[in-house]
T-cell receptor, first 112, second 118 residues
């Protein structure tokens, strides 16, 4: 069964700290992996999309890496800010299908 | 970039009524659209996959007679919650996959529709 797991479920850090969010998935035959941000009561904002052939993607203070062989991806947030407080979702699409499966998310709180 | 819209953004209805939610791809054609449901503090759960011009494929445990999906054109899919009950209250999000180009094979998500059934 194809599953996506995210740890930790929740994280609270002081402003300015660098942090890492983890995502693991079963079945390494993925098509792509995407990280999203969701603010309370809002829709999804796409942060980074990593194709199967890529090892990492960067956007500003965000860096996402992908290790298919170990079934893991990490989202690195540098110099965290209170505005980064949100839920971060990892979503995986596998080859041979259209479905995207989401992890349960990591709720991040950055304290000023 | 590819944009997906949903209408309405929120709706409150009485128990027993039916509610229709629209999902539109604004600047690309979407052969496939997905409908997700999200309960408070939980992740998105895929409900069904719809392909233009054919019947939707529902995930296990999702009642097809309760959640009617119509993908009538390459830019519009609708989800109708029939005879809604309070337990159907949730956040419904759609996504669309384009046929080619910028939106090809990448899912773009709508902003979501919050449904509250009284």
């Amino acid at each position: 069964k194809q599953e996506v797991t995210q740890i930790p479920a929740a994280l609270s850090v002081p402003e300015g700290e660098n942090l890492v969010l983890n995502c693991s998935f079963t079945d390494s035959a993925i098509y792509n992996l995407q990280w999203f941000r969701q603010d309370p009561g809002k829709g999804l904002t796409s942060l980074l999309l990593i194709q199967s052939s890529q090892r990492e993607q960067t956007s500003g203070r965000l860096n996402a890496s992908l290790d298919k062989s170990s079934g893991r991806s990490t989202l690195y947030i540098a110099a965290s800010q209170p505005g980064d407080s949100a839920t971060y979702l990892c979503a995986v699409k596998w080859t041979g299908g259209f479905k995207t499966i989401f992890g349960a998310g990591t709720r991040l709180f950055v304290k000023a | 970039g590819a944009v997906v819209s949903q209408h309405p953004s929120w709706v409150i209805c009485k128990s027993g009524t039916s509610v229709k939610i629209e999902c539109r791809s604004l600047d690309f054609q979407a052969t496939t659209m997905f409908w997700y449901r999200q309960f408070p503090k939980q992740s998105l759960m895929l409900m069904a996959t719809s392909n233009e011009g054919s019947k939707a494929t529902y995930e296990q445990g999702v009642e097809k007679d309760k959640f009617l999906i119509n993908h009538a054109s390459l830019t519009l899919s609708t989800l109708t919650v029939t005879s809604a009950h309070p337990e159907d209250s949730s956040f419904y999000i759609c996504s669309a996959v384009g046929t080619s180009g910028v939106a090809g094979e990448t899912q773009y998500f709508g902003p979501g529709t919050r449904l509250l059934v009284l």
